[in-house]
C-alpha cells in the first residue's frame, strides 16, 4: 500500500490560474429566452441566416432532456440562473492592438499568452477569447498572404458569412444534443479558420479561452474548414479563476476536412477544477467532432484534460471519405473530487477508413475517470480498420477508473480491436525508482509522463512539453 | 577475527536493529559492521531476514525501526528518505527488479546518476555527456546499447535484469552495495559477467554484502566474512570457508547454533 498521504500531498495541486480581472464588464441580464437569444444576436450585429439558427435551436434545445447517461454527479444546473453574455467594455470599434485595454493585454500575458507585438509567440498566431468575446488574433495579415483565414467566429459571420452559412452546423446540427443544442441558440465567440486548397497553414493556429466572470457561461463556436490538399495544426488552451460557484462552459467545435486535406487538433485544458472538497470547478460540456469529408482526409484529437470539475466530452470523427483517417490520442487527470466522462466517436461510413484511438486516464484522490467509446462500422465500410487502446492509472486507493467500450458493426469484412489495462503506481516501483536517488516526487511524475508517452508524442512540440510540466505541477507538492 | 584491528573507520555500522511490518517483528537484534574493502556475505533459509535486512538499509517505507541503529559512514540514517541514502552512497540491488513501464532505460539511469553526482557537488550530465558515460558501463556488464531505449527492466530476461542491476552500480559508484541474490536466476555465463561486473566496480574504499543461497557466487567472489542469518538473527559468524561447509552441511547444521545461543 503506497503510503496515503504522502501521495496526497504529491498529487495537492496549486491552480497557478486562479486570478480575477477586474474589468468593466457588459453583461446582459440572466436567464434564457426568445428574447435574450434576440439581444445577443442583435449585440452581434448578425446576419438573419444566424438569428434562425439560433433560435431553431433554442426551440429544439426546450424539447430535450439533459443527458444523465455519462457516470457522473452533479447538483442540476439552473439554466435560468446563468448570463449568457458578457463582454469586456471596450470602444466601439478595435482597429489595432494599442487600443485594446491593457488590462485584457496583461491578463493574457500572465496566462503566458503575449499578445502585443513585441513579446507575442514567434511560432503560432493566437486568438484570446475572454468571456464572450475575442480579443485579439495575431499574425493575421502573415496569415491572409497565404491565403489563410484565421479570425473570431463573430468576425466570421460579418466577412465571410457564405462559408459560415454552408457549413455551421453541418458536423454537430443543433438538435445533436442537449448540450450543442444550448450553443446553437447562445453561442458567443471562438474561432474560425479557412485553409484554402493546397495551402499547408505556415505556423500553428491557437486558440486561448479565458473564463473570467463567475455567473456567466462560455458558449463558444469553432469552425475550422480545411480545403482540399490542406493541412493545418490547431492548438486550444483553457484556463479560468477560481470561484466557489461552478461555470457552465458549453462549446461546439466542427472540424471539416475535404480531400487529402489534414487538421490536427490539440487541446490543453486547464479549466480551473474545484478546490479539494470539490467546491466550485467548470462544468465542461463539450462537443467536439470532424467530418472527413473527402478521400483520404485526415483528422486528428489530441487532448491532454487536467482541469474542470466536470468533463464530457467526446472529440469525435465521421469518417466518410474512401481511405479518409480519424485519430484520438487522449490524456485525462483527474484528481480530488473531479469527475470525468471522456472518449471518443469512430464513426466508419466510408471504405477503407481507419481510425486510432489511445487513452491514457490518470485518476488520484477521490476522483472517477471514466473512458466512454464508440466504434461503429456501417455498412459501406468495407476494408475498414480500427484499432483501441484504452488504459488506466490509479493513484491511492480512492480513485477510481471505468472503460465503456461500445463497438456496432454492421460491415463483417472490417476489423476492430480494442486493447484495456489497468494499473496502479505501486509502492515497489516507487520505493525502485526511490532507491535510485529520484525523489518521491519526480517518480511520480516520471511514471505518470511515462504512461502517457504515447500521446504526448502526438502533440506538437511545444505543446507536448507544456502538458508534461502541466502534469508535473497538477501532480507537484511537498512531501513529508 | 572481528578482534583484528581496523585501521579505517567502518562505512556501515549495524547495531541491534530491530524491525517490524504490520507489527510483525522481521529482525531480531542484527549487528553488522562493514569496512572499506570488504566483502560479507549473508546466508540463511527462505525467510529469516534476509531480504528484509538489506530493504531496511535502503529505507523501505513498509518497515519499521523497532530498536537499534544504522550508521553510515559515522551518521545514523534511521530516519533518511531512500533517495537520500542513495544519493549519499548506498546501493540496494533488487533480488527482483521493477518494471517500470514507459520509462526509458537512458532517462532513469541518467537522472538517477544526476542525483547522486549533486550529492557529490559534481556537474551533472547532459543527454550526451551521458551516453558517453554509460557506454563505458555497458562493457562492464556486456549490456547492448539498445537495451538503453527500452522501458525499465520491461520485457527484460532474469538475467538482463540483474545485469541492469550491475550497470546502475557501476554508474551510482556506491560507497557501499548490498546485492540481494543478485546471483539467482542467472546461467553460468551471466553470472561470470554480473561477478566480473561487481569486482571492477568494487575497490579498497568500499564494501559490499552479498546475500545469497550458493556457493557459486561466493566462488567467483571470495568474501572476508560470512553470516549465517535465522529468525532474524545472525546466528553465526566466519571467514569464506564457513559458506563451504554450508554448503556442504545444509542449513539444518546452524539449527544446532540456535539452540547454542
Known amino acids: ?480 | 577475527m572481528q578482534s583484528i584491528m581496523k585501521e579505517s573507520d567502518p562505512i556501515l555500522e549495524v547495531e541491534n536493529l530491530s524491525a517490524s511490518t504490520d507489527n510483525r517483528p522481521i529482525l531480531k537484534g542484527v549487528s553488522l559492521s562493514v569496512y572499506p574493502g570488504e566483502i560479507h556475505a549473508i546466508m540463511g533459509r527462505n525467510g529469516c531476514g534476509k531480504s528484509t535486512f538489506s530493504k531496511i538499509i535502503a529505507g523501505h517505507p513498509s518497515y519499521n525501526i523497532t530498536d537499534g541503529d544504522i550508521k553510515f559512514l559515522g551518521e545514523n540514517i534511521n530516519s533518511l528518505e531512500p533517495e537520500e541514502r542513495s544519493q549519499s552512497g548506498i546501493f540496494l540491488g533488487f533480488q527482483y527488479p521493477i518494471e517500470i513501464p514507459g520509462v526509458s532505460n537512458l532517462e532513469f539511469l541518467r537522472v538517477s546518476t544526476n542525483a547522486r553526482r549533486k550529492f557529490l557537488n559534481k556537474e551533472e550530465l547532459d543527454t550526451f555527456d551521458f551516453e558517453e558515460l554509460v557506454k563505458e558501463k555497458l562493457e562492464i556488464v556486456k549490456m547492448d546499447h539498445a537495451f538503453l531505449s527500452r522501458s525499465v527492466n520491461q520485457g527484460f530476461s532474469g538475467g538482463e535484469k540483474k545485469r541492469n542491476e550491475i550497470l546502475q552500480m557501476a554508474l551510482l559508484e556506491p560507497k557501499i552495495a548490498i546485492l540481494d541474490e543478485t546471483d539467482s536466476g542467472l546461467d553460468i555465463d551471466a553470472l561470470r559477467i554480473v561477478a566480473s561486473g561487481i569486482k571492477k566496480i568494487s575497490n579498497a574504499q568500499t564494501g559490499i554484502i552479498l546475500i545469497t543461497h550458493y556457493q557459486r557466487l561466493l566462488d567467483e567472489i571470495k568474501p572476508n566474512y560470512v553470516h549465517v542469518m535465522s529468525d532474524g538473527r545472525i546466528i553465526k559468524t566466519g571467514e569464506s570457508d564457513l559458506a563451504l561447509e554450508l554448503e556442504e552441511k545444509g542449513y539444518e547444521w546452524t539449527d544446532n547454533f540456535i539452540k547454542e545461543t
Open chain 1, 1 to 480: 500500500m503506497v503510503n496515503e498521504n504522502s501521495v496526497k500531498d504529491v498529487v495537492k495541486e496549486p491552480y497557478k490560474y486562479g486570478f480575477i480581472t477586474d474589468i468593466e464588464t457588459e453583461k446582459i441580464e440572466k436567464g434564457l429566452n426568445e428574447d435574450i437569444i434576440k439581444l445577443i444576436s442583435q449585440k452581434k450585429e448578425e446576419p438573419k441566416f444566424l438569428l434562425d439558427f439560433r433560435l431553431k435551436a433554442f426551440k429544439k434545445w426546450q424539447k430535450m432532456k439533459e443527458p444523465d447517461w455519462a457516470a457522473l454527479g452533479y447538483k442540476k444546473i439552473d439554466y435560468q440562473d446563468i448570463i449568457y453574455y458578457s463582454a469586456p467594455k471596450q470602444k466601439e470599434k478595435i482597429s489595432s492592438l494599442d487600443e485594446v485595454d491593457p488590462k485584457l493585454l496583461e491578463t493574457f500575458d500572465k496566462l503566458g499568452i503575449p499578445l502585443t507585438e513585441q513579446k507575442k509567440l514567434t511560432n503560432v498566431a493566437v486568438d484570446a477569447v475572454f468571456d464572450s468575446v475575442s480579443i485579439a488574433t495575431t499574425f493575421r495579415e502573415e496569415l491572409a498572404e497565404h491565403g489563410v483565414i484565421f479570425c473570431s467566429i463573430s468576425e466570421a459571420v460579418k466577412n465571410h458569412a457564405d462559408l459560415i452559412e454552408k457549413y455551421l452546423g453541418t458536423v454537430v446540427p443543433a438538435s445533436d444534443n442537449y448540450f450543442a443544442a444550448l450553443n446553437s441558440a447562445v453561442f458567443s465567440d471562438g474561432s474560425f479558420v479557412y485553409i484554402p486548397k493546397g495551402v499547408t497553414c505556415p505556423m500553428d493556429l491557437s486558440s486561448y479561452f479565458r473564463i473570467n466572470s463567475g455567473d456567466s457561461g462560455q458558449f463558444e463556436r469553432t469552425l475550422i474548414i480545411a480545403e482540399e490538399s490542406s493541412s493545418v495544426s490547431y492548438l486550444e488552451g483553457c484556463t479560468a479563476p477560481m470561484f466557489d460557484t461552478n461555470t457552465l462552459h458549453a462549446a461546439v467545435v466542427e472540424l471539416i476536412a475535404l480531400d487529402d486535406a489534414s487538421i490536427k487538433y490539440s487541446t490543453v485544458q486547464n479549466w480551473y477544477a474545484g478546490d479539494e472538497e470539490g467546491i466550485g470547478g467548470i462544468f465542461n460540456f463539450v462537443t467536439k467532432r470532424g467530418k472527413c469529408l473527402g478521400k483520404r482526409s485526415k483528422i486528428s484529437w489530441s487532448q491532454v484534460e487536467t482541469g474542470s470539475a466536470i468533463t464530457w466530452k467526446y472529440p469525435s470523427c465521421l469518417l466518410l471519405g474512401e481511405e479518409s483517417v480519424g485519430e484520438f490520442y487522449s490524456v485525462a487527470l483527474t484528481n480530488n473530487l473531479q469527475q470525468a466522462d471522456t472518449g471518443t466517436k469512430m464513426i466508419h461510413i466510408g471504405p477503407k477508413t481507419k481510425s486510432t484511438i489511445v487513452s491514457k486516464g490518470i485518476s488520484a484522490g477521490n476522483s472517477k475517470n471514466s473512458y466512454r467509446g464508440l466504434v461503429k462500422m456501417g455498412t459501406k465500410a468495407t476494408g475498414s480498420r480500427n484499432y483501441s487502446q484504452c488504459d488506466s492509472m490509479l493513484i491511492g486507493d480512492q480513485a477510481s477508473a471505468n472503460t465503456f467500450p461500445y463497438i456496432k458493426s454492421q460491415q463483417p469484412n472490417s476489423e476492430i480491436e480494442h486493447e484495456a489495462s489497468t494499473c496502479r503506481i505501486s509502492e515497489d516501483q516507487l520505493f525502485y525508482l526511490q532507491s535510485r536517488g529520484i525523489e518521491f516526487e519526480e517518480a511520480v511524475s516520471m511514471m505518470v509522463s511515462g504512461f502517457c508517452r504515447d500521446v504526448f508524442n502526438q502533440l506538437p512540440m511545444e505543446f507536448a512539453a507544456e502538458a508534461d510540466k502541466l502534469l508535473a505541477l497538477k501532480l507537484e507538492g511537498s512531501v513529508g
